[in-house]
């Protein structure tokens, strides 16, 4: 139970909201959900393998006016924000006319301008997606930052974070903030795998060589080794915390929006270290 007290959370939450249900919150906030487990190529693939995966897509950068990505200089122009049915959108409308990335940005400013509400609707959403994973007798997951990269610590209610509220669940995110590997320590219920930027690899041997594990973007194809390390391709599904610990989860360059111009012709991937090349030395394919 995500409850400690004899009143539940749900309904202290639905108190301050005057007894309004979740329809009437959701109405309210003008969303027509806040997160799902059928909305991505990444949750399908989860779900093909066994695991229900519930998550959270957020207006990337301060594509919102709110930073949710604090180390975003060397990734932020190929964002997966912009692949999918979001690259068809902002390439015939642009960024800020996307139906999908006007949701997203809704979404963030209710995060920062109404926590409470926010997290009444994440709460509810994590409860009944769980209950549906055990009527079908599959795992639960949850993955907070889909396009974003915030601490698990902020997702707050009535002084209890999002992890210590489901403390039965198992959530996991990528980050590129090192700090925050830290929080795999203090919570049985978090992995999280580093992401490799271009320019933060002592960073990632660092992690590796403490029992973590990272991420590597490649052009195309996936080699076996990387600068020394075993690389796993990670393709096939999004659940992390079941990689292997000390090791590489390669993953394929997906396009995104911002790679073409406004008449659909794709631009390449520029001059970007962030995307390991298949020429790279230090690929052992």
């Known amino acids: 139970m995500y409850c400690n007290n004899n009143k539940s959370k749900q309904t202290i939450i639905r108190d301050k909201f005057n007894g309004m249900s979740y329809t009437d919150v959701l109405n309210k906030a003008n969303f027509t959900y806040l997160g799902g487990c059928k909305n991505s190529t990444k949750e399908l693939l989860s779900l093909k393998n066994g695991c229900l995966t519930y998550m959270l897509y957020l207006a990337p950068s301060n ?22 049915q979001n690259k068809m959108q902002i390439i015939s409308k642009g960024i800020y006319e996307s139906p999908i990335n006007q949701a997203r940005i809704k979404k963030t400013k209710l995060f920062y301008e109404n926590r409470e509400m926010f997290m009444y609707l994440l709460i509810h959403e994590i409860k009944r997606y769980r209950n549906t994973a055990n009527k079908l007798g599959i795992s639960f997951a949850v993955r907070l930052n889909g396009t974003s990269d915030l601490s698990p610590e902020l997702f707050r209610f009535n002084g ?83 990689d292997n610990k000390g090791e590489i989860c390669g993953l394929k360059l997906h396009k995104v929006g911002s790679q073409y111009d406004k008449y659909g012709h794709y631009l390449g991937i520029g001059d970007t270290n962030f995307i390991v090349k298949d020429n790279d030395v230090n690929c052992i394919y």
């Not at 919102?64 to 190929?78: A, E």
């Not at 590997?181 to 002592?202: C, I, M, P, Q, R």
Request: hydrophobic share 30%.
């Open 63 to 84: 594509l919102s006016g709110y930073q949710v990505c604090p180390n975003d200089k060397y990734c932020k122009d190929l964002c997966l924000n912009g692949s999918g």
């Open 160 to 242: 209890e974070n999002i992890l210590k509220i489901f403390p039965d669940i198992q959530f996991y995110d990528y980050t590129k903030v090192v700090p925050r590997l830290k929080l795999v320590e203090a919570y049985k219920n978090y992995d999280l795998t580093f992401s490799y930027n271009g320019h933060n690899w002592n960073d990632c041997e660092t992690y590796l060589n403490n029992n973590g594990k990272i991420s590597v973007v490649f052009e195309n194809r996936i080699p076996k080794y990387y600068r020394g390390y075993k690389v796993n391709d990670a393709n096939g599904y999004d659940m992390r915390f079941l």
